[in-house]
């Protein structure tokens, strides 16, 4: 089964400083239909005004993943990490029993935007960890690179939840399957540009959340940038 949930339908924040979608329940809005797909709880495109950003606050019990779109990220946390996350990178920050964070755009004319994932782990009260890898758009386009997994394979980040997450690059004929266990579920983000998958045509924030198929497959894509999540049950 596939279910297209468009751009529209999510929900919508302006706070001047900072503008978000929700694919999911999350702040001030909420939607008892979506609340989280499997294992999958956030999926945030924000967008942080420059010389803005989140101040520090804590986060626990949550692996939550960073993936910018355009402009710089300024990560600092109570482990001692201070990087700069920029398109191409993915973060991941395992909150596990507690960490303090803030996230920041230094820039003084460009924005930041970037997707804020949330994937909820196997086990609480985990150590708390960091990871931040850079993937090449050579090495996404026309297929689906693995970026995170739960063991790290493929030289992926190591998220600590049953999940695996897939980024890609699709323009013109190309295309690209990625078999699946019928028995877990899937859920693929547009980031940008437009795509069919699985013969559904979907633009910039629609998704397509699957249960019960064999493979996710990507194409007719112009200018497209998806993310794809493979997802305990």
Known sequence: ????????????ADHGWLKSFHSFSFADFYDPAHMGFGNLRVINEDR????????????????????????ALAHKDNMGNGTSIVPGDVQRMSAGRGVMHSEFN??????????QIWLLPDAPGIEPGYE????DAA??????????????????????ADAAMYAGLFDG??????????????????????????????????????????LVRIDGGRDAELIVFDLAP
Do not use: C, W
């Open 132 to 135: 931040q890898k850079h993937f």
């Open 48 to 71: 942080i005004a420059p010389g803005t950003g989140f101040g520090a606050h804590s986060h626990r019990d949550m692996e939550i993943v960073s993936y910018v779109l355009a402009g």
């Open 139 to 160: 090495g996404k386009r026309g297929m689906l690179r693995l970026v995170a997994s739960r063991d790290g394979r493929d030289g992926s980040v190591t998220v600590h």
């Open 1 to 12: 089964m596939i279910t297209v949930r468009k751009s529209s339908e999510r929900g919508h």
């Open 173 to 214: 004929g190309e295309s690209a399957e990625l078999r699946l266990d019928p028995a877990r579920k899937a859920y693929v983000h547009v980031v940008r540009g437009s795509v069919n998958v699985n013969g559904r045509p979907l633009a910039a924030g629609d998704a397509a959340m699957l249960g019960g198929e064999p």
């Open 106 to 115: 230094h820039a003084p004319n460009e924005t930041t935007h970037f997707l």
